[in-house]
């Protein structure tokens, strides 16, 4: 009867590592000699067949542990690779000498002699369990961790000349000597003479530099092998040694293994035992595949951790369960994202065990992996369709639900949210008559369209046919705030939906209805809310369709009235509602230096409605864009005819610019052409910004302001200190001009704060060398305290109110040479 297995040239009986590798794989290992016909076998191989005590079969009987109809295709593979050395790698069944079936997976490869004849068959059984599904192949990886000294390492301390100053008492029985021997004797006087120049040459290099020590693998004079790494200090060098004997023979046994395990289609990788804190335990043993896979070779990770496989990326809470089960020392499976060499991520499904000794010391970490990548994608992709909606690509019921239980959910004060639902006019007629395809390209346009009229923190979803929801998250606490948000998201839907849809062969115009409702801070629920915004559709479906209507009787109230004043702004600015006035702007000494143009509605019906009321609504609607456009032209050709007459050239105008005006991409284009239009001195021209424009996009909003200022234009700062400015901000801006706001002139007198910020802000520019102009200046009081203080300007009912450029020109003729001061206000 054979031997239990053996092989001369590559296993030793009961080598520990051996073992080791048997119970991180579950794997027993096999030689098959043709020529001799020997078989041999590992014991961890009869222990898994479950075979008699000694027993080991004939070599004419090597497969008759298979299932039967597993022999013939396993022989002819093990035949194959015995003629031609083609390795083989196959899962199949076994029927154990218990008559127990498990599925196996069997791997075997040819060992050739020098001149290429095959010696032998060496392979692999590895258990899958008996409760693996059929074909299913057994997944594995690797993973990476820290490590760090261990409590009672050896530990010395040298001195600057590298003498020993302290050692521990396991420093002392390291090396096999007390510390009455040691101290005062140089670290390299304990090696060999063959590494005591390197360990000199290092430890003086460490010292001098302050770098730290790292030598491994150092012939000393009691053991065969010590590691010495070292950390500078005020005082000299910290040393922690350690016995890698061990090691050594540990990396010299597996070099023996490679044969049947190097090429194992798995990733394997072993380390030492160790701590898991920076940085991990040591790499003494990779295979084939890890090489192959991962694009590092063997000399680049032997010694190194793990950890740097994981890459840039982290994933804490894989690698919190990983690091919880191995300082607790039992075994973990986890899916983890690895990186390649050249950056690549792959997924590895990863089984680390641990390896004991005889005495139950833990020596050795094995991590065995399959490259999962493929099925994480196809994952990924099961994930997909069951949040997103096939057709249109929009999130679908589920992922509504989800995000708005999410919402409901959260404890921290949110402010209000808005739910909209919508639902396509007539979309049944158009399927019933052109057809389901061309019924899914118009959903599938409605999709595309109804992206654009949100904000990226906004959901658009498709709960089914045609009907889709939009979530608006809350939009801060200002009352109202979200209610008129939702409105102006509901006209942009209106206006973007019923634009014609182009369809193959078919121009469609379509329209829809959509329903609100507004939620709060109250015990809302998903059903409840999604009701409510059904109920509010239905009802724009009874107004007739192409509407908005909300659920809540008075935010209905507030968002009609909303919409309201948008419909006659749109039809002011059609029927030239809109009016400048020009409110004059004076020096320290009294003399008009220019005026402010200002924008007035005046509304038939309405009356002169204030700016504050529809400045905000047209900028939701856009509306300001072209208005502002036709304020700028109005002053610049304004300009153009003071510049026409020698009393009035020195004048300015300052044209207001809303944040939105701002932003657009044509702004600075258009002030240019309306300068080149009109031919006026571009320095004439002041453009108030508010701080508003330093909330988002400064670096944007720096670069079109420094634009301007190349152009001559002025630029000045309206309404300074009531916004985002800060100091780091405003020594970047190209500013001109900063304004006082009239919130802190008003009480300046009579409020020492507002007299304090007033005086802080005249301070503040004259440092930045920028004019300052202070508004709502309306009693000489007010304008000797700003002028004491160094005010440059003033602006305010002391002078004059905003009127016509008839009055305005009339105040101009009527104060000419004398100092505005001393005119009476009109």
């Known amino acids: ?6 092989s001369s040239h590559r296993l030793q009986p009961g080598d520990s590592l051996v073992d080791l590798l048997e119970q991180a794989t579950r794997a027993g290992l096999w030689v098959l000699v043709p020529h001799t016909g020997e078989l041999r076998w590992s014991q961890r191989l009869a222990e898994l067949l479950e075979a008699p005590e000694g027993y080991t079969p004939p070599a004419h009987l090597a497969f008759e542990f298979l299932a039967p109809e597993w022999r013939e295709p396993v022989e002819f593979l093990a035949r194959r690779c015995a003629q031609s050395g083609e390795p083989f790698d196959l899962e199949a069944q076994v029927v154990t000498y218990a008559r127990r079936r ?14 290429g004849a095959v010696l032998r068959v060496e392979g692999a059984v590895q258990d899958l369990l008996p409760r693996a599904a059929p074909g299913r192949r057994l997944l594995r990886d690797a993973a990476a961790w820290g490590t760090g000294a261990e409590p009672g ?10 003498r020993f100053t302290y050692l521990n008492e396991a420093a002392q029985r390291l090396l096999a000597q007390d510390s009455s021997r040691l101290l005062g004797r140089s670290l390299w006087g304990v090696f060999q003479k063959t590494a005591r120049l390197r360990v000199e040459e290092r430890v003086r290099a460490a010292l001098d530099s302050g770098k730290p020590l790292e030598l491994e693998e150092l012939d000393a004079r009691q053991m065969d092998w010590l590691e010495l790494r070292g950390q500078p200090f005020s005082g000299g060098l910290a040393v922690s040694l350690r016995d890698v004997t061990s090691r050594r023979k540990s990396q010299e046994q597996l070099r023996l293994l490679e044969g049947s395990i190097a090429r194992l289609n798995d990733l394997v990788i072993i380390t030492e035992a160790g701590p898991f804190n920076e940085p991990g335990p040591r790499i003494v043993f990779v295979n084939d595949a890890f090489e192959s896979r991962t694009g590092y070779g063997r000399d ?5 951790s793990p950890r740097f496989l994981q890459g840039p990326q982290s994933q804490r809470d894989r690698l919190d369960l990983v690091r919880s089960a191995l300082e607790e020392w039992r075994p973990v499976r986890v899916d983890l994202i690895n990186y390649r060499k050249d950056g690549e991520p792959f997924w590895v499904d990863l089984d680390i065990s641990p390896v004991w000794d005889k005495s139950r010391k833990l020596t050795h970490w094995v991590a065995v992996g399959r490259d999962v990548t493929e099925r994480k994608a196809n994952e990924e992709k099961i994930q997909y369709l069951a949040f997103y909606d096939a057709l249109t690509r929009l999130p679908n019921r589920q992922l509504l639900l989800d995000r708005l239980n999410a919402l409901l959910a959260r404890r921290e004060p949110l402010g209000e949210g808005a739910l909209m639902f919508i639902d396509l006019d007539n979309f049944k007629v158009l399927n019933d008559t052109l057809g389901h395809q061309k ?3 118009l959903l599938q346009q409605v999709a595309d369209r109804l992206r654009t009229c949100v904000d990226e923190q906004d959901t ?3 709960l089914g046919g045609d009907e889709f929801v939009v979530l608006l998250p809350p939009r801060g606490r200002a009352a109202g705030a979200t209610a008129a948000a939702a409105r102006t998201v509901a006209d942009r839907v209106l206006e973007a939906l019923g634009e014609p849809h182009v369809l193959p062969g078919y121009l469609h115009h379509s329209t829809c209805s959509i329903g609100v409702t507004v939620f709060g801070e109250a015990p809302w629920s998903v059903s409840e809310l999604l009701k409510q915004a059904d109920l509010a ?11 908005v209507c909300f659920f809540d009787p008075q935010m209905q109230a507030v968002a009609s009235a909303s919409a309201a004043l ?3 702004l749109r039809q002011a600015w059609r029927e030239g509602q809109f009016l400048l006035e020009y409110q004059p702007q004076v020096d320290a000494q009294g003399r008009m230096t220019g005026a402010e143009a200002l924008l007035r509605w005046l509304h038939p019906q309405r009356g002169r409605v204030p700016p504050e009321q529809f400045i905000p609504t047209a900028e939701e609607t856009t509306l300001i864009l072209v208005i502002g456009r036709w304020v700028l032209d109005r002053a610049c050709e304004q300009l153009a005819r003071w510049a026409q007459r020698p009393d009035r050239a020195h004048l300015s105008i300052s044209v207001n610019v809303s944040a939105r005006q701002f932003r657009h991409p044509e702004f600075v284009d258009e002030v240019m052409e309306a300068i080149a239009r009109t031919g006026v001195p571009p320095r004439k021209l002041k453009l108030e910004l508010t701080e508003s424009l330093l909330a988002d996009g400064f670096d944007i909003t720096v670069k079109k302001m420094g634009s301007l200022q190349r152009m001559g234009v002025a630029l000045s700062l309206d309404d300074f200190g009531t916004g985002y400015s800060s100091l780091a901000y405003l020594k970047r801006l190209p500013l001109d001009q900063l304004k006082i706001d009239r919130e802190f002139v008003k009480d300046l007198l009579t409020d020492e704060n507002d007299a304090a910020i007033a005086r802080t802000i005249i301070g503040l520019a004259q440092s930045l060398n920028l004019e300052v102009v202070a508004e709502g200046v309306e009693t000489p009081a007010q304008r000797e305290f700003l002028a004491r203080h160094g005010c440059d300007g003033f602006q305010g009912y002391l002078y004059c109110r905003p009127v016509s450029i008839e009055q305005l020109e009339a105040f101009i003729d009527a104060n000419a040479g004398l100092p505005v001061a001393t005119a009476t206000a009109s």
């Open 153 to 162: 390492d050896p530990f010395a301390t040298v001195d600057r000349e590298g």
């Open 102 to 115: 498990a599925w196996v997976r069997l791997l075997g490869h040819a060992v050739r002699e020098d001149g």
């Open 300 to 304: 680049e990770v032997l010694g190194r």
């Open 537 to 547: 559709m239905y009802q724009a479906k009874r107004a007739g369709r192409n509407t």
């Open 460 to 462: 658009v979803a498709r």
């Open 1 to 6: 009867m054979p031997e239990p297995f053996t």
């Open 439 to 441: 019924g899914d390209l």
């Open 566 to 568: 948008a419909a006659d």
